[in-house]
């Protein structure tokens, strides 16, 4: 168990719905990214949060925002969705002062659009 | 740009072997952190190992070691005496500027072992 959490663990929703994934960070983990595994494109970066402030974006599309909140659990919100969008979604934290960066990933949320 | 190259598809290794995973990388920086992480069928990505590009010697976490050459750009990943629960996808993967300030990780493609008897 990483102790990063994420829900819901599996989403089935129909095309230009919109759906919100949560992750919680571990303790005291004050980075936060979101990634994307699907078939065709592998992993791919979106988005990093510190603190609350988006530090760095990747290849996340117009339609796909998402926000830290003080508490540092994040929201990653998906609209209008397009079946292209099915894929696992990852959340990461890492250790602050850490001097490797390591990246800790929770369980993910399976997305299926229909 | 970084990019990781992860040559073999898919590898079989008999129980109790060890298996050799690649991993080549390209980047421009020269500070920068590999890692190898592990999907299981189960999904969720499991790290394993880190290697920091001003790290003198191999790292090694129990059956893990990482084989880095860095004037040939590759971090293989080592398994030692292989179970049957190592069957898994494995990504290598780098980050930029391995300063300790996070940043986003860069992955490979993946190459999927397969553990048999």
């Known amino acids: 168990d990483s102790g990063v959490t994420q829900t819901p663990k599996h989403l089935i929703t129909a095309t230009g719905q919109r759906v919100t994934l949560r992750c919680s960070p571990r303790s005291g983990d004050l980075s936060v990214y979101w990634y994307q595994q699907s078939l065709d494109q592998g992993l791919q970066f979106l988005i990093q949060y510190y603190n609350g402030e988006e530090r760095a974006k990747g290849n996340i599309l117009e339609r796909f925002s998402a926000q830290q909140f003080p508490d540092l659990h994040s929201e990653l919100n998906l609209s209008s969705l397009e079946l292209g969008d099915s894929a696992l979604y990852f959340c990461?934290?890492?250790?602050?002062?850490?001097?490797?960066?390591?990246?800790?990933f929770g369980p993910g949320t399976r997305l299926l659009v229909l | 740009a970084q990019k990781i190259t992860q040559t073999q598809p898919g590898m079989f290794v008999q129980e109790k072997e060890a298996v050799t995973l690649d991993c080549t990388y390209d980047t421009s920086d020269q500070s920068y952190g590999l890692f190898w992480y592990k999907q299981p069928s189960s999904g969720e990505m499991i790290f394993l190992i880190y290697?920091?590009?001003?790290?003198?010697q191999n790292a090694t976490e129990g059956r893990y070691s990482l084989n880095f050459q860095k004037a040939r750009k590759s971090a293989n990943l080592v398994i030692s005496a292989s179970q049957l629960g190592d069957s898994a996808m494995y990504f290598c993967?780098?980050?930029?500027?391995?300063?300790?300030?996070?940043?986003?990780?860069?992955f490979g493609t993946g190459t999927r072992l397969q553990v048999t008897l």
């Open positions: 990461a934290s890492t250790p602050t002062g850490g001097s490797s960066g390591t990246q800790y």
């Open positions: 993967a780098m980050r930029e500027r391995d300063t300790g300030t996070a940043s986003k990780l860069t």
């Open positions: 290697q920091g590009s001003y790290d003198e």
